[in-house]
């Protein structure tokens, strides 16, 4: 069975960091790429960012590029997205995913 499961969301304040993580199973993790997409409450949702299967390429929302940094471990099955200088408007539920699968999400909140 597929899961992806999300962690690492919370409460910070503007200008903060914040790092997800989003731990595999139940696949080859190391064959597939991953996506970051995050829904923002009354919002569809947005694309973040990606990362191929070897973690060499590496993609970015115009809205993060700068801000965030997305990689993986292949070995602990597990990618990750570093989240600096956070705003406001990045306050939102995070997912990661893979082909149709997605995991449940992680809040992040964004306030003074």
């Known amino acids: 069975e597929v899961q992806l499961v999300e962690s690492g969301g919370g409460l910070v304040q503007p200008g903060g960091s914040l790092r997800l993580s989003c731990a595999a199973s139940?696949?080859?993790?190391?064959?597939?790429?991953m996506t970051w997409v995050r829904q923002a409450p009354g919002k569809g949702p947005e694309w973040v960012s990606a990362i191929n299967s070897g973690g060499g390429s590496l993609y970015y929302a115009d809205s993060v590029k700068g801000r965030f940094t997305i990689s993986r471990d292949n070995a602990k099955r597990t990618a990750y997205l570093q989240m600096n200088s956070l705003k406001p408007e990045d306050t939102a539920v995070y997912y990661c995913n893979f082909w149709k699968y997605w995991g449940q999400g992680t809040q992040v909140t964004v306030s003074s």
């Open positions: 139940g696949f080859t993790f190391g064959s597939y790429d």
